[in-house]
């Protein structure tokens, strides 16, 4: 089974600053990943998706993510956090058949004023 | 309107009752699923269903049962529900191996 490694349950960081949230996930074979946002109260909202294209994938809210096979990595960037992008963070992974989704244990996105 | 919507949102029940938790979605899509998610935990997976006739245990299946109705509704049940059942419970759809799309999310306590 696939799983998927999330660095830091908890992220803070200064308004205007970079954001960086890692993740890391265990599969031979490159699989389809993707990153969510929960805002509080809310269901789960899709940021982006890496589908095998282009290794540097853009979403929404000027969010973007690198899929680095070498690295098993998905690291979720955003040049400067806004107040808004306080939030739970999860990456998730589906396995090549697509049968199942896996997810990260999420991280939870303080931004400073 | 919401594509998925779940029923109710919000539900406390003691321990030992039966519930059900129910979605439906308007996306057409065939996949539906079953999370609940716990601090600290994520998101883990309790059933999943590809059809109709496709019912899939999850990871965590234990003292839950589904039943996928229509292609537009798949129900969640505790048949005799305990305290570590509290959480909140997500159902979502997909069409293929692409992206989940979530509804908003039912929180059960059991008392």
């Known amino acids: 089974a696939q799983s998927v490694t999330q660095l830091g349950s908890h992220v803070s960081v200064s308004e205007g600053a970079l954001v960086l949230l890692r993740c890391n996930y265990s599969?031979?074979?490159?699989?389809?990943l993707f990153w969510y946002v929960q805002y509080p109260n809310q269901g789960l909202q899709l940021l982006l998706k890496?589908?095998?294209?282009?290794?540097l994938v853009k979403g929404i809210n000027g969010f973007e993510a690198e899929f680095k096979k070498s690295e098993t990595s998905f690291h979720l960037t955003k040049p400067s956090a806004h107040m808004s992008d306080a939030a739970e963070y999860f990456c998730?992974?589906?396995?090549?058949?697509?049968?199942?989704?896996?997810f990260g244990t999420g991280t939870s996105l303080t931004v400073i004023p | 309107d919401a594509d998925v919507t779940q029923t109710p949102r919000n539900r406390i029940t003691k321990t030992g009752k039966r519930i059900m938790l129910e979605c439906s979605q308007t996306?057409?899509?065939?996949?539906m699923y079953w999370y609940r998610q716990d601090p600290g935990l994520g998101l883990r997976l309790i059933y999943y269903?590809?059809?109709?006739?496709?019912?899939n245990k999850g990871e965590i299946s234990d003292g839950y049962s589904v039943s996928r109705q229509a292609q537009a509704k798949f129900s969640l049940s505790l048949e005799s529900a305990i305290p570590n059942q509290t959480a909140l419970y997500f159902c979502?759809?997909?069409?293929?191996?692409?992206?989940?799309?979530f509804g908003p999310g039912t929180r059960l306590t059991v008392t």
């Open positions: 979502a759809t997909s069409q293929g191996e692409y992206e989940q799309y």
């Open positions: 599969s031979s074979v490159p699989p389809y």
């Open positions: 890496y589908t095998s294209a282009a290794t």
């Open positions: 998730a992974v589906s396995d090549v058949s697509g049968n199942q989704f896996y």
């Open positions: 996306k057409g899509h065939d996949r």
């Open positions: 269903s590809f059809d109709v006739k496709d019912i």
